[in-house]
């Protein structure tokens, strides 16, 4: 299916343990993004990537890990969960030019107990 | 520091009550302004970019302007199918891709 997938849907994990969250885009879209959603703060970007072997850092990245060695994968590494960073995690990517706005997938909701 | 601020929180309306959801903005260099519609435990779903003071364009029930400080998203008598929660984002400056989200309007039409 064409689209963007994340993966898993849902994940509790324990307070100390990696977890990584996957993305994968069909279309080669040069940028990818990580966001967070929180209530009361809205869509914070972590992390995004505007090419294999570029990433940069966005609102938010401490604590978190991407890396992209393939432009349609752009996995998501918390090193060692903290239950602050229970939230919903959404993948999005986008073309060149803006027209389209950015894709985001379905989100992955990450539970630390 | 770029930064979006939407207006009110939530919105309850009447199916065929038109009203209209406030974005304000405050970001050097506006390279676009971005509104979307999210439905609970799923992604945003794309509806527009604007980019400049004046633009305009419209979906369906939807109509989206622009000015130098705030975008409108005009709902015209709406359906129970319209309640969502509905997002602006903007993109500022040719140095970063930091598209910067507003907490959003919480939109709930009712039969």
């Known amino acids: 299916d064409a689209g963007i997938t994340q993966s898993p849907r849902y994940k509790i994990t324990e307070t100390g343990r990696q977890v990584t969250l996957m993305c994968h885009q069909t279309w080669s879209h040069s940028y990818m993004f990580w966001y967070r959603q929180d209530l009361g703060h809205g869509l914070r970007l972590i992390y995004y990537s505007a090419a294999a072997d570029i990433t940069d850092k966005g609102e938010v990245p401490d604590g978190y890990v991407v890396s992209r060695s393939k432009t349609e994968n752009f996995p998501l590494t918390l090193e060692s969960a903290t239950r602050s960073q229970t939230s919903v995690y959404f993948c999005?990517?986008?073309?060149?030019?803006?027209?389209?706005?950015?894709?985001f997938g379905s989100g992955t909701r990450l539970t630390v107990v | 520091e770029d930064q979006v601020t939407q207006s009110p929180e939530a919105l309850r309306l009447q199916e065929g009550e038109s009203s209209s959801l406030n974005c304000s903005y405050t970001v050097s260099g506006l390279r676009g302004l971005f509104w979307y519609r999210q439905d609970p435990g799923k992604g945003p779903e794309f509806l527009f970019t604007l980019y400049s003071a004046g633009e305009e364009k419209e979906k369906e029930r939807l109509k989206a302007t622009l000015t130098k400080k705030e975008s409108f998203l005009h709902i015209t008598a709406p359906k129970p199918e319209d309640s969502a929660t509905y997002l602006c984002?903007?993109?500022?400056?040719?140095?970063?891709?930091?598209?910067?989200f507003g907490t959003g309007t919480r939109l709930q039409v009712f039969p």
């Open positions: 984002a903007a993109l500022g400056s040719y140095n970063t891709d930091k598209l910067i």
């Open positions: 999005a990517s986008r073309e060149t030019d803006f027209d389209y706005g950015y894709t």
